[in-house]
């Protein structure tokens, strides 16, 4: 198998994918779902991640039913929905262009061939406009090369991160994939409770019950806040922010904070232009973190391994 670390980094400008982005952001809230509805429940939601995986993105944590439990992928290199059951039992749906009511009702079927009937709630989350699952019958695109070439760029990301978190002694997260947000995402805790949201929502609450600082890659298009992004982006931010960190200046120099997201983005550009991508992904992550763990007064000395993250930024 040919060494691809030595290969550019993907492209993946926004507007040409969009059509096959919807279609695989309404396809793993519906397999996001049935995780979070037959999952054994984990703090701040891991249990219905994703996970990137060596052919695409799978679930985080087995779909459990009874004494059922089955394993859901869907592979982005053969194209095609995989549920594999204890037992040795398989079962598969190509990833084809088709409707997302279409989809939602071929992958319960195929849920049901396994063993498994569950309900998935059908309105989708963190969009604007959200049509539920059980009435989006327009027609839906998927284009294979679009679909691997988010893959690859996710895998690399993913493996950037990965290489972070052993210098790291603290609690942190998996670098996982969320449906809702349809991101990639590694977060570190200072072990500290953090204060209450007024009015969150119980997803949010647990979320953000304690002092995180994540970082992740977002493939662009609108967030959950309405905030549209017309392009690929490294992103980071600490929760509760502490004062003077969207003032820092952060290496690489093209990052930036961006106050519309009340996050630093750093343009996925600027990351396949630099000479070693991956260790520019690590930089960022590694800014980001020390920025907010510096300013937010986290106990460094007991959370990190000795030389393994920078000293604290210059401010602006």
Known sequence: MPDDTKQPWPDLPLDPWLPTYRSLHMWTQIVGK??????????????????????????????????????????????????????????ELPLVPRSVHAFLDLYLGLLRGVGIETHVW???????????????????????????????VLRR????LRDRASGYLGKQSPVQFFWGSFDLAWSRFSGRRAPERPGADRVTREAYSHEVISVGFWPGGVSAGGVRVDEPVLYGYAAPEPEGFREVRLRPAAARYDARLGE???????VRAARDPAAEVGAFADAVYVAGATLGGWDRAALERTG???AAPAPR
């Open 34 to 91: 049935t995780l979070l509805a037959c999952a054994c429940p984990q703090n701040h939601w891991w249990h219905c991640a994703l996970r990137v995986s060596a052919r695409g993105l799978s679930s985080a944590s087995p779909i459990r039913q009874g004494e059922r439990s089955i394993d859901v992928e869907l592979d982005l290199v053969d194209h095609a929905l995989v549920l594999r059951a204890d037992g040795g039992r398989t079962a």
């Open 308 to 310: 393994a993250t920078a």
């Open 122 to 152: 059908t309105t989708p989350v963190e969009v604007p406009d959200p049509v539920p699952f059980d009435r989006d019958d327009a027609p839906g695109a998927y284009d294979p090369e679009a679909a691997n070439r988010f893959w690859q």
């Open 264 to 270: 630093f983005v750093l343009p996925y550009a600027a």
């Open 157 to 160: 990301c993913d493996a950037a």
